[in-house]
């Protein structure tokens, strides 16, 4: 299996431009999972997936941030406007939730750099 | 409000000794907790995990510690090796929301000959 594919792997935009991640699951994967990794927060969820649906974006920081899934072997996060607080590398994550409250390991994507000018 | 915390950033360890990376949890509905590893510019692995009915699981060199009372778990790496040198961040769940994992903001772990 080639494991979550990521793209880009490096993006460097400038303020206030649209920015677009994307991730491809492990096949079979049935739960996705965008990750954003700071130096001051570590790695903090922003939003996950369950068969498609958005089950929990608590942690997406702000309306400039959206996330979409439209089939099981596609996700997207979107940030427009960008800003260079939003700088940091994000992650995709996938797993496979036998049942509610029966979920096995998350795999992670090798991530996406954002530096934002 | 940080409930996973790993309060040392790094840890320098010889070739051959024990490394002790510690945790600290505030949700005491967290009853599931795991170690991923990190090389740079990749994304974490899955390590070792834990539930809460159980003190103690290893798997090879790596022995996970669980105390509930304190709120506090811990990896043992023994003996540590040059390879292990990476990122290290504990992650926690509650049973009722298994597919939800708090991580901590890591501790980086050098291993040196």
């Known amino acids: 299996d080639a494991g979550v594919i990521q793209s880009p792997r490096h993006e460097v935009t400038e303020m206030g431009q649209e920015v677009t991640l994307r991730c491809k699951p492990i096949s079979g994967h049935n739960s996705l999972f965008w990750y954003r990794q700071t130096m001051m927060r570590g790695l903090e969820l922003l939003i996950y997936f369950n068969n498609n649906v958005p089950i929990d974006d608590s942690g997406m920081p702000e309306d400039r941030f959206s996330a979409k899934m439209p089939n099981a072997s596609f996700s997207t996060l979107k940030i427009q406007p960008s800003e260079p607080r939003d700088s940091a590398v994000y992650f995709c994550?996938?797993?496979?939730?036998?049942?509610?409250?029966?979920?096995?390991?998350?795999?992670f994507g090798p991530g996406t750099r954002l530096t934002v000018t | 409000d940080q409930q996973v915390k790993q309060n040392s950033p790094s840890l320098s360890v010889q070739e051959g000794r024990i490394s002790i990376l510690n945790c600290d949890y505030t949700?005491?509905?967290?009853?599931?907790f795991l170690w991923y590893k990190k090389y740079p510019a990749e994304g974490p692995t899955f390590l070792i995990s834990?539930?809460?009915?159980?003190d103690k699981n290893e798997d090879g060199r790596f022995t996970v510690f669980l105390n509930k009372s304190a709120k506090h778990l811990s990896l043992h790496i023994v003996p540590s090796q040059p390879g292990d040198s990476a990122v290290y961040f504990c992650a926690a769940s509650a049973t009722y929301n298994t597919d939800k994992l708090i991580f901590g903001t890591g501790t980086r772990l050098q291993v040196f000959p």
């Open positions: 949700n005491s509905m967290f009853d599931y």
């Open positions: 834990i539930s809460s009915i159980k």
């Open positions: 994550a996938s797993s496979f939730e036998l049942s509610r409250g029966e979920a096995y390991e998350q795999y």
